[in-house]
């Protein structure tokens, strides 16, 4: 049996399975049968702390969740500055073990701002290949890119909206750090409907704040819920919204947010008060 946890950090998250948080979303443009999707963000897989091994074990978690469907918003590859303390492992092997999820409706992943600027291969190509990309097309898993995909589901089905890390390229201009989005919301929507219900997977949870209204529900990672969590406040989450939207469920503008803490860990392997996490949306 799978169970809950005290907050993993450092060598703890060796030996512990993510805890599993559940969300349960209402809204009135979901008029299709009850979806169960389980959220798997922010892997960062690296031994010894996030080990193939563990995401093996992280694989049969899901699946014996029997979620209806099974979406990965992005960061499969280890942070550059975890690499003092891990070892890398090539996106290839991720996607492999990850190839193993089973649900109805399929597994569906989009790209976190790690698999751009921790990606050798993207990196020596000026962005024109990528390890990751590669990955999941030699492990059929599929991958959207600033695109939707028709799923099937009750009558009519809804639309899956995949975007791009909204910091797919780093830089700094007079002592700044400086983000390039690959972001395009036009591309990603232009084939959804007007009126159709749509859920948007998106890397980084700040696009939310666009109150875009084309899809009632976001689903998105990136934060790691601030990783450490004091005294009920979070020192640093990577947000140009500070902790709005660190993690959980979120509601603005009549959309809601689901931000998943994620698996892995960035700078630093600690996690203090924010344990690792699957996360279960139920609609309806």
């Known amino acids: 049996m799978f169970r809950s946890h005290r907050p993993a950090r450092g060598w703890g998250a060796i030996r512990r399975l993510p805890r599993i948080v559940r969300h349960r979303v209402t809204d009135p443009r979901w008029t299709l049968p009850p979806l169960r999707a389980a959220i798997l963000s922010d892997l960062h897989v690296g031994a010894p702390w996030v080990s193939l091994g563990l995401l093996e074990r992280i694989v049969a978690q899901v699946n014996a969740l029997e979620p209806d469907i099974v979406l990965l918003p992005g960061d499969l590859l280890l942070d550059r500055n975890m690499w003092r303390f891990s070892r890398f492992v090539p996106a290839g092997q991720i996607a492999e073990r990850l190839a ?3 649900a109805p409706l399929g597994t569906w992943s989009i790209l976190g701002n790690h698999d751009w600027v921790d990606c050798d291969l ?8 990528n390890s990751v990309i590669e990955a999941h097309a030699a492990h059929g898993l599929p991958l959207l890119r600033n695109e939707a995909r028709h799923i099937p589901h009750g009558a009519g089905g809804f639309w899956l909206v995949g975007t791009d890390s909204q910091r797919a390229r780093k830089s700094r201009e007079g002592g700044q750090r400086r983000y390039t989005s690959y972001l395009d919301a036009g591309a990603a929507f232009a084939g959804v409907p007007d009126g159709a219900p749509a859920i948007h997977m998106a890397h980084e949870p700040d696009y939310f704040a666009s109150a875009d209204p084309r899809a009632f529900l976001q689903i998105s990672g990136h934060t ?29 503008n009549g959309n809601h947010l689901i931000v998943c803490r994620g698996i892995g860990y960035s700078g630093i392997p600690l996690r203090i008060g924010v344990p690792p996490e699957i996360a279960i949306v139920a609609l309806g």
């Open 100 to 102: 193993a999820l089973r």
């Open 122 to 129: 993207a990196r020596d190509t000026d962005h024109l290949r």
């Open 224 to 252: 790691h819920g601030g990783q450490i969590k004091l005294f009920g406040r979070y020192p640093k989450v990577p947000s140009d919204y500070g902790s709005r939207y660190a993690g959980g469920h979120i509601c603005e």
